[in-house]
């Protein structure tokens, strides 16, 4: 077993695997500019949300000793690493890659430091700017003074930087101010209907020490209040009881599962094979989403999690013992779509969820290439056909 798909003791993640060969394209115009941004700017920047730090990004790991030397670089004029950044509009960028760099020269300039065991939690105090309020900045429990710490050659007194603060730096602190940092800007520029080249830059060009997968990658490109959304539903119960987990997954897989339930449920007249183009079209259309409907979206999970009361972990499984991203999905978008013909959809057995499972129409199209359009498709077939039989043996 790979480490793909051992990685999930509850979810069989092997379900949500893309085929390479479907999720390639031909070529990719992308437009790169260099620009040489000051720690003025960059902390503008910041504070106007013109940068947004990523969510799944957002956890700031560096000590004070490595801050500390970035710092000192800056101050002295020594070269530090260039950062990447992603337009996706005028004057409005995302961190691909150098969130911690930007965000100690952020913390410093604001003479705060983030408490190391404060750091998991400071997610929610980002506002929808990108940025953290004042504050919760000044408060005490989250963060501390920055003072410089920076070590000492052996036999030379103390580094003259150790214990400045921004505000003390003096004479130092217009060299600091007016340090510049190298930003490359990236956009795409085609294929225009998808953000495929941005997936590519998230995975190659990001160095955090842990490859993205497409649905971190979904949470820093099309962040919104539909997307926000999405962690409420992934926090209901009876959700949780059917992955037969209490706790969201770390790497977000469970919530990639829902994507892809909702997306199938806008329909499928635009798949072309790649699950991955297709559900990065449905997040980006969902940016523009109104409250109504996410309100609607909301609504309908609520319902199909009613239709599995008497369903329990274990219910979705096909041929392993885990849960079935294929079919769930295959069975939410057959119920919400046959409810809109008119159909009353009964409270679902368990017996009759699992025999969809083990249904040999349905089985065909779960095996390799499960993305392709022909599977997909035909995991929806067979999924209604049952559903069809259900309803007319209950009426």
Known sequence: MTERESDHKYLDTSELVEDEATAQIDEYEIVASPNDFNTLTINSFIEEGAIKIPPFQRNYVWDRKRASKLIESLILGLPVPQVFLYEEGKNDFLVIDGQQRLMTVFFFAKGRFPRKDKRSILRKFFNSDGGISEEILADDEYFETFKLSLPSLPG??????TGLTYKNLDDYKRQFDLRTVRNIIVKQVSPADDDSAMFEMFNRL???????????????????????SLFDLNQDEKWRELLGSPDPDSRMKDMEVILRSLALREGTDGYAGSMTGFVNRFCKTSKAFSGDKIAQTSAEWAWFMDLNRDCTRGTYQTGSARFSP??????????????????????????????????????????????????????????????????????
């Open 156 to 161: 030379q007194k103390k580094n003259k930087f």
């Open 206 to 228: 990001n160095t955090g020490g842990v490859n993205l997968n497409p649905q971190e990658i979904r949470a820093s490109l099309y962040h919104s209040k539909f997307f926000e």
């Open 326 to 395: 294929l079919l769930f999905e295959a069975i939410y978008v057959t119920s919400l779509e046959m409810r809109d013909e008119g159909h009353n959809i009964p409270i679902f057995d368990p017996s009759w969820v699992e025999g969809v499972g083990r249904n040999e129409k349905f089985s065909k199209h779960t095996q390799e290439g499960s993305t392709k359009t022909v599977n997909v498709t035909g995991r929806l077939d067979a999924t209604r056909e049952l559903m069809t039989k259900l309803i007319g043996e209950e009426s």
